[in-house]
């Protein structure tokens, strides 16, 4: 059975650090791996897609790189700001339908 | 396009009343999924359809749990009888086969509170 854990669970940080988000999951088999920003209250955003083939993506201050072998993927957000405040999910997808989720990582940027 | 769209944002009833949630997927997406989140247990996937047929459905925690898809536009979710486990966030989420990629895109939620 998959399981996908974030390390860590919370992270509070000053504004224009660099920082890493960690996922890993039990099972390589994976279609692709997703991350999500959830604010509070609110509904789950896409930050990127990682396709089982690719190694990274990278939209703007993130990057997401994934190892399918060693089951890890992470998140790193560059020049953090305080609108980074959020908390970052990851989720894979085994067979290109249902993702599972991970626990989530809950990061605060203060000024 | 308006992206997913579900409805109500908020409910609050009393235990053992039934309770609907909306969604409405974004048009030409041919999977849609429900998920349930909450603190204990995360986000758990529900059910999920494609082309509106049911694919599985083994998330759904109990008989009172049941979703429909009767067209390409539009799903339910119901709850009867609710009880107040039963109070947790619940997203709608469509991906499209088309683009190979399978991104999935969340509705804001419908918080649902039991009493």
């Known amino acids: 059975k998959q399981e996908v854990t974030q390390i860590p669970a919370a992270l509070s940080v000053p504004e224009g650090e660099n920082l890493v988000l960690n996922c890993s999951f039990t099972d390589s088999a994976i279609y692709n791996l997703q991350w999500f920003r959830q604010d509070p209250g609110k509904g789950l955003t896409s930050l990127l897609l990682i396709q089982s083939s690719q190694r990274e993506q990278t939209s703007g201050r993130l990057n997401a790189s994934l190892d399918k072998s060693s089951g890890r993927s992470t998140l790193y957000i560059a020049a953090s700001q305080p609108g980074d405040s959020a908390t970052y999910l990851c989720a894979v997808n085994p067979d290109t339908d249902k993702l599972i989720f991970g626990t989530g990582t809950r990061l605060q940027v203060f000024p | 396009d308006a992206g997913v769209i579900q409805s109500p944002r908020h409910e609050v009833t009393e235990m053992g009343q039934e309770v609907t949630l909306r969604c409405k997927p974004i048009?030409?997406?041919?999977?849609l999924f429900w998920y349930r989140q909450t603190m204990m247990r995360g986000l758990e996937l529900l059910i999920y359809f494609n082309n509106n047929v049911p694919i599985d459905d083994s998330g759904m925690p109990e008989d009172r749990f049941s979703a429909k898809m009767p067209n390409a536009s539009f799903s339910t979710l119901k709850i009867q009888p609710s009880e107040p486990r039963d109070s947790a966030v619940y997203f709608c989420?469509?991906?499209?086969?088309?683009?190979?990629?399978?991104?999935?895109?969340f509705g804001p939620g419908t918080r649902l509170t039991v009493t």
């Open positions: 048009s030409g997406h041919d999977y």
């Open positions: 989420a469509s991906s499209l086969t088309a683009t190979s990629s399978y991104e999935q895109y």
